[in-house]
């Protein structure tokens, strides 16, 4: 039996990985810790095979005057949690990265695919903390410490927050939507979950792009949340146009119409084995009040 730690209590990816492997109850076992409180470092991590490393801060603000936060917390935290995990012999540690950075935003109208080739040019205060915890993560990976890092893009699931509750809130909201076609890389929380099981099956390495494998179109998207919600939507070509005119000076409309995927190449672990929910049945679960898993 494997025993997993995860360190940052009560976050959307955590408590959903926790649920998950749950279902394995004679092959994984799990403890969560919260590091808001410093007691944290009290918490032996011997005997731990595995430390999944979810805790830090997100896009809560842009002000420079957080930029010292965002460093204690996704850079400064994160190294102190791998350090003991390793000096505890612990022979994993996962760490929970993003797409941010690279720090692109997609332009409405064009393909932009991230490949292995892509520098790195974060932009925001989250993606600069998140690629410096990369960076420093790297240098205490050893024969007997593995350090796998995700690069994730955009995670949505039944009750997440973020994005997709407010496109949800959106659509309820108007009858009306933009006919904008485009591609995004996006996951489910179950497919990242199962994603994540793997990772720790196989004692994996390296740095890792899960997605779904179909690309997310905005326009599918919108109709799908719709049609679950009973809901009739309009989708105007007119305001399309409009979109795609502001589109070029506004920044938020390029990260809701805008094109950024990655290339599919990276994300096909295990030949995508661990998508196990495909794109329409994975809204069907975010539109309904699931006692049970799709």
């Known amino acids: 039996m494997k025993k997993i730690l995860i360190t940052g209590a009560n976050s959307y990816i955590g408590t959903s990985f926790e649920k998950w492997v749950l279902q394995y109850p004679e092959k994984y076992s799990v403890d969560t810790i919260d590091m808001k409180e410093e007691t944290w470092r009290e918490k032996s991590f ?79 205060l989250y993606g600069r903390s998140k690629l410096e915890a990369e960076k420093e993560l790297k240098k205490l ?63 994996e390495k390296g740095l890792f792009f899960p997605q779904n494998k179909e690309y997310v179109d905005i326009v599918e998207l919108v109709r799908l949340i719709a049609k679950k919600n009973k809901k009739n939507m309009y989708f105007s070509r007119s305001l399309g146009f409009g979109i795609k005119f502001l589109g070029k000076r506004i920044s938020v409309f390029k990260k809701v119409f805008g094109n950024l995927v990655f290339d599919l190449n990276l994300s096909s672990y295990k030949d995508f084995e661990y998508n196990i929910v495909d794109f329409e049945k994975s809204i069907e679960c975010c539109e309904i009040d699931r006692k049970k898993r799709c």
């Open 46 to 124: 011997k005997g731990y095979d595995v430390v999944f490393h979810v805790a830090g801060i997100a896009h809560v603000s842009s002000n420079p005057r957080m930029k010292d936060l965002y460093y204690k917390v996704n850079r400064d935290l994160t190294i102190e949690a791998a350090k003991k995990a390793k000096a505890e012999g612990v022979k994993q540690f996962i760490f929970m990265s993003s797409m941010s950075v690279y720090g692109i935003n997609g332009l409405i109208g064009e393909d932009i695919v991230i490949t292995r080739d892509t520098p790195c040019k974060p932009n925001t």
């Open 141 to 203: 990976e050893d024969k007997h410490f593995r350090i796998a890092i995700i690069r994730a893009p955009m995670v949505y699931g039944p009750n997440c927050p973020g994005n997709y509750t407010r496109l949800k809130e959106l659509v309820i909201k108007t009858p009306v939507f933009p006919m904008i076609n485009n591609k995004r890389s996006m996951i489910f929380i179950d497919n990242l979950s199962e994603f994540i099981r793997l990772l720790i099956e196989n004692q």
